[in-house]
């Protein structure tokens, strides 16, 4: 009897501090368009280091913070803003 | 026809669902009044803000009883099944039931995030008739191709598993698109391979892993973040593990040479002659390995003084002794 082979997933290690990802590949993992990126910045749910969107470098943390934002935004029906200010508060209680 | 299709596939009732009880609501409420006890409930539940224990489950609740409540047509066909039934009750639709709802655009809303997606058997039972209708968040329609989301869980491993790599199993409940398109919370079970190197608090990615997509679209990613079990021998800072290092009061005086754990088996540690409690002893490297652009930790040995409790007579009159030929009064 031939066994299943098992499938194992690998897994990519996100850096928390590192700035390691461009826009492209920012918005690739986040699977948004890079508008959606940029409105990300302005509102200040997430940080990049280099200035304007073709230098912008951002962290595996921006990534969390990204999506956490997604989730609030649509779950608690509440705007971009009001969004980024939750993730700074949620941030704050957890460190 | 009205059985079978509020039925689970396996022909047993369902639980009914009171979605106003959920809310809070009077039957009679407003949209606004829904709307409100929505986003009320909804702050108190979220399981990205909340520390109660059942959040995830309640939220979908929440969200599910909202997906009724917000919509006319599905609210409308819900108030139709009457206003007897309580919840967690045996259901069994009303002769003729099936097929009013409006269209529903779709499962695997929402808590998908949280590893979860779709709602229950009772709202899909009611609500799937018209599959791929207009309005739906995902959408289940022909033609329309949608990423599926990015699912969020957390995963404790051993400190030993993070400084040497591991491969472990991990099981998930998460959404799985059915052969008959409905979108199920199913048990999974995934051998994830972990890093040699990670920290408390990273996280993993693994591309695909996550809800399915809808129409052919891509799955979304799955990310776990790390979280250390506790250990019995180390306290973890970053990189850096502490360790209490319990010695004799002769020890401290006197100096020694002490067998001091680490992740790798135990070392040798000089413990210099007139140690103290509290005084930290680094033994360089010894921590969590190097990963990325992350440099390898230290292990601190911290010294804390130990006293025998239960001394025999000979020891008391050597403690005696010591006592009276010292010169050494801390206190002064």
Redesign the interface.
């Known amino acids: 009897m031939v066994s299943t082979p098992i499938q194992v997933i690998e897994a990519e290690l996100l850096e928390e501090g590192a700035f390691c990802f461009d826009l492209s590949r920012f918005c690739t993992l986040l699977h948004c368009a890079e508008g959606e990126a940029v409105q990300l910045v302005h509102y200040g749910v997430i940080h990049p280091e280099g200035s304007g969107p073709q230098h912008w470098r951002f962290r595996s943390l921006d990534l969390y913070r990204a999506r956490l934002s997604r989730r609030l935004a649509r779950d608690l029906e509440i705007d971009l803003a009001g969004a980024a200010l939750a993730v700074d508060l949620l941030e704050r209680l957890r460190h | 026809m009205a059985l079978s299709a509020i039925t689970h596939d396996k022909g047993e009732p369902l639980e009914y669902k009171d979605y106003y009880k959920i809310l809070g609501v009077e039957r009679g409420a407003d949209a606004d009044a829904i709307?409100a006890a929505?986003?009320k409930m909804?702050?108190k539940y979220?399981p990205?803000?909340s520390k109660e224990a059942n959040a995830e489950e309640r939220?979908k609740d929440l969200?599910e009883a909202y997906e009724v409540l917000k919509d006319p047509e599905k609210r409308a066909a819900y108030d139709q099944l009457g206003s007897n039934w309580r919840a967690g009750q045996d259901f069994r639709p009303p002769p003729g039931w099936g097929g009013q709802a409006g269209g529903f655009g779709g499962a695997g809303f929402?808590g998908a995030?949280f590893g979860g997606g779709g709602f229950s058997d009772f709202f899909e039972s009611l609500f799937r008739q018209q599959r791929g209708g207009a309005g739906g968040f995902h959408g289940g329609g022909a033609g329309f191709r949608s990423?599926g989301e990015?699912s969020?869980a957390s995963i404790q491993i051993s400190l030993e598993d993070a400084a040497q790599g591991a491969?472990r199993d991990i099981n998930l409940e998460m959404p799985t698109l059915g052969p008959d398109g409905r979108m199920r919370r199913e048990a999974r079970r995934?051998?994830?391979?972990?890093?040699k190197g990670?920290?408390e608090?990273?996280?993993?990615?693994?591309?695909g892993?996550g809800s399915p997509g809808m129409g052919g679209g891509p799955n979304?990613?799955l990310?776990?973040q790390v979280h250390f079990q506790p250990h019995p021998k180390f306290r973890v800072e970053g990189a850096d593990l502490y360790h209490d290092l319990h010695i004799t009061p002769w020890e401290a005086v006197l100096g020694a040479s002490v067998e001091v754990p680490t992740l790798e088996g135990s070392v040798r540690m000089k413990i210099p002659a007139g140690s103290s409690s509290g005084q930290k002893l680094r033994l360089s490297q010894k921590g969590l390995p190097a990963?990325?652009?992350?440099p390898a930790g230290d292990l601190y040995a911290i010294i804390q003084i130990v006293v025998p409790k239960n001394i025999s007579d000979e020891e008391k009159a050597l403690w005696t002794q010591l006592g009276e030929i010292s010169s050494y009064h801390p206190r002064r």
């Open positions: 709307k929505y986003r909804a702050r979220h990205d803000v939220f969200q929402g995030d990423q990015d969020e491969q995934l051998t994830v391979k972990i890093p990670i920290r608090g990273q996280r993993l990615r693994m591309a892993q979304g990613d990310y776990l990963t990325g652009s992350k």
